[in-house]
């Protein structure tokens, strides 16, 4: 894991002298709108490991901070049944493309990794979408139906995603930033292979699919129970897809999740949304025109100050409070991401933040203003997204 920012300041504080001058300083937020931290980033061939922030991460204070000024926008919570027809639209394509390659034109393998990146790949990204959403529980108020749409976005996805993504996903948004607490973060063995070298970026990309899988098991958590069903589920699903489109036909499905997790230009959401391409900002919105068919899985600013929104929302956040997102720097290319993530020598797998736990405490119970409180009894902690009673099994 990602060393302790005690193993990486030149003069750390101790835990004791951080919760000292806590208490004798005013417990207010020093990060003004749009709250933006003071850290520097990360740079390959000057810095070691990942920047390191002392404060918490901002999405929960920025959100109220926009509620103060734009109460409305709880109007926009809530759930899109459309998602569920997407998906069911999403799976019957990519099924059919299966047992056209599989059944009817078995020999055109290159004709079938072809499509598997121009077709296959942006599907499977679209899956990923819709298990995001479920996720969330934005699909339906019904968890039942929430569970039904990630496990059949996952029947073209040949390996066990949707309930491991909703574990570690649930506590990236908890623990956003944390050290060993979330499961987002690079691992170090990842920063000292890339470093700032073009090729060995490239392959990072290229396997990033297996980073997934990697950095759940850094976790050493045992599986669930939904995780076991899953797994149980996806066999299933994928014997099926064996028997009925033949190998081809699975092997096109395999080819789909891999470049499409990998250097597929959807796949860059995935370096957009945290890797740290300036100073002081850890979250980024992408604002192109991909949103439109990946359902504004772009707005990653305004989802994680809005976890309540759904996709058709999303927009409506960022129209309503423009003078928040549009003073935060943003991407307009998924593109130019992965190139820029290649090519340029100042980005690699390092750039990302972190913090320690017992800052991101302290820094939680920081006023958002100092003219303003949270509600009685509250503090931003509180408030933050957590693992709650129905996400125990997970």
Known sequence: MCPTPQTIR???????????????????????????GDWKRSIPGVDKVIADDDLDEPHIKRKHAILHDHPEIKQLYGTDSRTLLVCVAAVA???????????????????????????????????????????????????AINRVAGFMANICIPFPIFSSFRRYHLEHHA???????????PLQWEINLAKGNPFMKFLFLFFYP??????????????????????????????????ICGPIGLLYLFSSLWLGYGIHPAAAHFIQEHFTFD?????????????????????????????????????????IAPEYYDTLNYHMSWTKVL????????????????????????????????????????????????????????
């Open 10 to 36: 030149a003069a750390a504080a101790t835990a004791a002298e951080r919760e000292a001058n806590a208490k004798a300083a005013p417990l207010v937020d020093r990060r003004g709108v749009p709250f933006k």
């Open 93 to 143: 394509a990519q099924l059919g493309l299966a047992y056209m390659w599989g059944r009817i034109y078995p020999d055109r393998k290159w004709l079938m990794v072809l499509c598997s990146y121009v077709v296959g790949a942006t599907l499977t990204q679209l899956y990923g979408v819709i298990i995001h959403e479920a996720t969330h529980g934005l699909v339906s108020p019904n968890i």
């Open 175 to 185: 623990f956003q930033g944390v050290y060993d607490r979330d499961p987002d973060l």
């Open 210 to 243: 297996m980073m997934y899988v990697v950095r759940g098991a850094a976790q050493g958590k045992s599986p669930s129970f939904w995780e076991i069903v899953n797994v149980i589920f996806t066999i299933c699903t994928d014997l099926a897809v064996f028997k």
């Open 279 to 319: 100073d002081g900002q850890e979250t980024y919105s992408y604002y192109g025109s991909a949103n439109w068919f990946f359902l504004n899985i772009g707005y990653h600013n305004e989802h994680h100050d809005f976890t309540k929104v759904p996709w058709s929302g999303l927009r409506k956040v960022r129209a």
């Open 339 to 394: 190139i820029d993530f290649v090519l340029r020598p100042d980005v690699g797998p390092q750039s990302r933040v972190g913090r320690d736990w017992e800052d991101h405490k302290a820094g939680r119970k920081m006023l958002v203003r100092p003219t303003e409180k949270m509600p009685e009894g509250k503090s931003a902690y509180e408030d933050e997204p957590t693992l709650d009673a129905k996400d125990k099994d997970e």
